[in-house]
């Protein structure tokens, strides 16, 4: 079985495998997570072609539209800021998700969020400071500023999101809580414990 150190050197050397897996590990949870709030919810997915459009993926849901950047980030690494283009984040619905993933196995621990409604433009990013290239450097020797990119702390993002929290995040319209005006408790009636109570005094105790 390979080691933590191991596993840090390959995750280096094969970057691009680790983000494709945990973009499809996102996208499937995303899914997942829509169909058991309504079979009808269909989550359309583009890849952006474009390397400096600021954006990795654009989510739909209905009429709602999501510019989406994907930051990651392993279990032994707390990132201090995420580096995101101004012109992305000045797009309606623009966001940025980091993803929290075990070096061990790569799968997804949790998410967190920095961005608006589906329609909103992110937080203004503008007064952060620039961001700096990790691989040009000038004739000095220092490492180029990006100019027109910010770095904006990670504390500025969501805690620690499930699954089932992002979605509400991206996409509120489809929250649990108000589709089609079931209450959520109503739903859990098929689910009551085999203690001898109906499903209606379950309802009512959870009420409680």
Known sequence: MPDIESRLTAA???????????????????????????????LQVFNSEV??????LVLK???AIRYVQLKQAHNGK???????????SELPGSCVILIAYSIKSLSISGYR???????????????????KSTVKKNIGGKKQIR??????PVTRFSKS??????????????????????????????????NGETADE???????
């Open 78 to 88: 707390k990132p201090q800021h995420c580096s995101i283009r101004l012109a992305f």
């Open 12 to 42: 280096q050397h094969r970057s691009s495998y680790v983000e494709s897996v945990l973009r499809h590990s996102l996208i499937g949870e995303l899914g997942s997570e829509l169909w058991k709030r309504s079979a009808e919810a269909t």
């Open 161 to 194: 999101l499930s699954a089932s929290e992002l979605v509400d995040r991206l996409f509120p319209a489809t929250s649990a809580q108000q589709q089609d005006g079931v209450d959520p408790l109503l739903a859990l009636i098929g689910t009551w414990p085999s």
């Open 202 to 208: 379950y309802v009512e105790n959870l009420r409680k």
């Open 113 to 131: 969020f920095f961005g608006r409604d589906a329609d909103e433009p992110m937080d203004s990013i503008d007064t952060h400071k620039p961001s």
């Open 61 to 63: 849901v209905g009429s």
């Open 147 to 152: 100019q027109n990119y910010r770095d904006v």
């Open 51 to 56: 390397d400096d459009a600021g954006f990795d």
